[in-house]
């Protein structure tokens, strides 16, 4: 889903879009010229890999999604809950802003379930 900055309402608008199974829901609406704000929740299953023994594993978001959008550089004020991104040619894509949170995630260290009862075990032992 994609939409033009100058198009988005000031009036809260519903935010409901898919991408690869990953849902977004919520809220979105314009707050000056250059600003639009987007409060939803990112729900679905990823893959993801275990950073020590490289398994995958599906793990399933529930995520605050508290963003800003800035047409162009950002020039406003950093309010803490809101995450700053700052769109190039004034089109908003809701699939690139699904893509960038669900990378941001996967970089995240992740232990794999088996991991976690391997360490269980080991602080048994001991
Ligand atoms: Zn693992």
Do not use: W
């Not at 729900?43 to 047409?71: H, P, Q, T, V």
């Amino acid at each position: 889903m994609k939409i033009e900055f100058k198009k988005v309402p000031t009036d809260k608008k519903e935010l409901k879009t898919e991408f690869n199974s990953v849902k977004i829901e919520g809220t979105f609406c314009r707050i000056s010229s250059s600003l639009v704000k987007i409060e939803a929740k990112l729900s679905g299953n990823i893959d993801i890999d275990c950073s020590r023994c490289a398994e995958l594993e599906i793990l399933s978001l529930d995520e605050e999604l508290k963003l800003i959008l800035s047409d162009g550089v950002f020039k406003g004020e950093e309010k803490d809950e809101f995450l700053v991104i700052e769109i190039e040619n004034s089109l908003i894509d809701f699939d690139e802003i699904i893509e960038s949170e669900l990378n941001s995630v996967k970089s995240e260290y992740h232990i794999c379930k088996e991991c976690l009862q391997k360490d269980k075990l080991v602080e048994q032992e001991f």
